[in-house]
């Protein structure tokens, strides 16, 4: 497996401010995703984060909206920017190690609250 | 496109009771993976189990059992003699094999309540 920890697991914002999520890993991994949950509901990927260049975003996500970084191979970050209430969600880091490719394991979550 | 529908938005059972969480998938792959995971009150998703496509196979670990069968494209979870610890929200979700577990798609999760 992987250990995960995600700074900071929760915090509580203002519209039209930007916040920084970090996820790193005790380990190198092929692969590192950012997931969001809203309130409620399921998970949904919103980007791939490539080591050395930009991040492969999903449909309906933006590099703007959500810049992301990886400069290594057991580190990322998300963005959230210029916030909106509807941003209030839960984002998780997940990652794939190339050991057990077939496996994805997720971290604690950061709880975001936007008033 | 895929798709994975868990039609049991929410289950509360009283404890010691066994309960099944239903998923059915879509895809046009021939080969691919299916995922159980667990989501507790305090956030964090724990991997459950992983199943491949060719591999119909029943898997029981403890209490917990997994049943596949692909001529109804269902991958069902059974929780024998549920414990109020069971209580979580349960997601079942799909990837392409080639990618391995890239790319998860989700279902909308199973909210399942054990009441002592």
């Known amino acids: 497996s992987a250990v995960i920890s995600q700074k900071p697991s929760r915090d509580i914002c203002q519209r039209g401010t930007s916040l920084t999520i970090q996820c790193q890993v005790d380990s190198q991994v092929t692969m590192m995703f950012w997931y969001r949950q809203q309130p409620g509901q399921s998970l949904t990927l919103i980007a791939t984060?490539?080591?050395?260049?930009?991040?492969?975003?999903e449909s309906g996500f933006v590099i703007d909206k959500f810049p992301i970084s990886r400069p290594n191979l057991t580190f990322s970050t998300l963005t959230v920017s210029n916030m909106s209430p509807e941003d209030s969600s839960i984002y998780l880091c997940?990652?794939?190690?190339?050991?057990?490719?077939?496996?994805?394991?997720f971290g604690p979550g950061t709880r975001l609250t936007v008033l | 496109a895929q798709k994975v529908t868990q039609a049991q938005t929410e289950i509360s059972v009283v404890e010691k009771e066994d309960v099944t969480l239903d998923c059915v998938y879509e895809t046009r792959d021939t080969t691919y993976y299916l995922f159980w995971y667990k989501q507790p009150p305090s956030g964090e998703l724990v991997f459950l189990i992983r199943?491949?496509?060719?591999?119909?196979q029943n898997e029981i670990s403890g209490r917990y059992s997994w049943n596949f069968q692909k001529s109804t494209s269902s991958f069902n979870f059974t929780i024998t003699a549920s414990q109020v610890v069971d209580s979580a929200v349960y997601f079942c979700?799909?990837?392409?094999?080639?990618?391995?577990?890239?790319?998860?798609?989700f279902g909308q999760g199973t909210r399942l309540t054990i009441n002592p």
């Open positions: 984060a490539n080591q050395g260049s930009e991040a492969t975003y």
């Open positions: 997940s990652v794939v190690k190339e050991s057990s490719y077939n496996e994805q394991f």
């Open positions: 199943r491949n496509s060719f591999d119909e």
């Open positions: 979700a799909l990837s392409e094999a080639f990618k391995g577990a890239q790319k998860l798609v």
